[in-house]
């Protein structure tokens, strides 16, 4: 698989859980073990992205400022999932945190798959595609097997 199609399988479970944080309520072991997955999912993913997309991108001159722009954007959810983690899971503070998230986190996707996908693709070779999809994937494994 090529580095787009692991990271929009990706991006769909990031979809997928946030979507499942925000139908829980209250202070209760599903919301937080929801939180905590999602949390995971998006630590792990920013990481590798970064490593197997956005710094090949830096390389080239026309992707700089998407790659930038969107790791700029990973250190914004970064804190609004601290801001979450230190808020009480029952407070109405925490719903307003977690619907800012929702809300940053679909444009971030969205902007990725229909902004700097089609741009990166251009510039990035099959070859290439190719094994940063592997090494990402690779990397995603690591980060989550025991």
């Known amino acids: 698989m090529t580095i787009f199609e692991e990271l929009r399988a990706d991006h769909d479970k990031q979809r997928e859980l946030i979507n499942q944080v925000l139908e829980t309520s209250g202070a209760s072991e599903e919301r ?5 997955n999602l949390k995971k999912q998006l630590e792990d993913h920013a990481l590798a992205e970064e490593r197997y997309f956005y710094v090949p991108l830096m390389k080239f001159d026309e ?16 804190e609004l999932i601290e801001a979450l983690s230190d808020a009480e899971q029952d407070s109405p503070g925490w719903l307003t945190h977690a619907k800012n998230l929702a809300h940053k986190l679909l444009h971030h996707l969205e902007e990725e798959e229909k902004e700097v ?19 990402y994937r690779k990397e995603m494994e690591k980060r989550t097997s025991p």
């Open 117 to 135: 996908f089609p741009y990166a693709g251009k510039f990035l070779g099959d070859d290439e595609k190719s094994s940063l999809g592997s090494d």
């Open 32 to 36: 937080d073990r929801l939180f905590l």
């Open 63 to 78: 992707t700089q400022e998407k790659a930038r722009h969107s790791v700029a954007e990973h250190h914004e959810l970064d």
